[in-house]
């Protein structure tokens, strides 16, 4: 049981390339999340999907794009990379509980624009 | 005014003594709180999750929360070097969903030997 896996694990990227940070969890959970970490702005919500199919833009969607491509696996998108991307990367999955919902992380994607 | 605040430290304690680590938030619907442990370079985890106020101890750790003060606290007894780690407050109005969490900027915090 490995949780939640991101691949890769760090990148650099030019201005203006695109690439896709991957995402998998085998926890079988429904919902799945991206965050971006940021120095003195905490963890802020990207993107959410509730199930397979669905997405829903969080707090900071402008720029990226995602894709929730089964159950296990949601993917997050830079079409064309800004110094402004760059941070660390955290996909997340859920199970609730009745009305607990408890997130599960990854270790997270750093990832660098010049 | 950000909606979760939290003194991002470092806080730096003895080995053995009592952390208070706490956080202050502006929006009342907030009914779900979350304390994450983060250590470096890995992705956060789940400590404490509390419902409405009141208070949850699991071993060494005791969550509480004030709701009339909008203020949650979390207390580590008999702190060890294995607690040094960046401690971040979440909460919810739904418990999860398209609000996600909204959290604190974490605080550092150091147990020296």
């Known amino acids: 049981n490995a949780g939640v896996t991101q691949t890769p694990k760090f990148q650099v990227l030019k201005t203006g390339q695109s690439m896709t940070l991957q995402c998998a969890q085998d926890?079988?959970?429904?919902?799945m999340y991206w965050y971006r970490q940021d120095p003195g702005m905490g963890l802020r919500l990207i993107y959410y999907?509730?199930?397979?199919?669905?997405?829903d833009k969080g707090e900071v969607p402008n720029g990226y794009n995602v894709s929730r491509l089964n159950k296990r696996e949601f993917s997050l998108r830079l079409e064309s990379a800004a110094p402004s991307q760059t941070s660390v990367y955290f996909c997340?999955?859920?199970?609730?509980?009745?009305?607990?919902?408890?997130?599960?992380f990854g270790p997270g994607t750093r990832l660098l624009v010049l | 005014q950000k909606e979760v605040e939290q003194d991002p430290g470092p806080l730096s304690v003895p080995e053995g003594a009592i952390v208070s680590l706490n956080c202050t938030y502006s929006?009342?619907?907030?009914?779900?709180f979350m304390w994450y442990r983060q250590y470096s370079r890995k992705g956060p985890e789940l400590l404490m999750y509390?419902?409405?106020?009141g208070n949850k101890e699991d071993g060494r750790f005791t969550a509480q929360v004030d709701k009339s003060s909008k203020y949650i606290s979390l207390f580590i007894r008999d702190s060890q070097p294995s607690d040094s780690a960046t401690y971040l407050c979440?909460?919810?109005?739904?418990?999860?969903?398209?609000?996600?969490?909204?959290f604190g900027k974490g605080t550092h915090l150091i147990i020296q030997p």
């Open positions: 997340a999955s859920s199970e609730a509980v009745g009305a607990r919902e408890t997130q599960y």
């Open positions: 929006n009342s619907a907030f009914q779900y």
């Open positions: 999907s509730a199930s397979e199919g669905t997405t």
């Open positions: 509390t419902y409405s106020s």
């Open positions: 926890m079988n959970h429904n919902s």
């Open positions: 979440a909460m919810s109005v739904s418990g999860g969903g398209a609000d996600g969490l909204t």
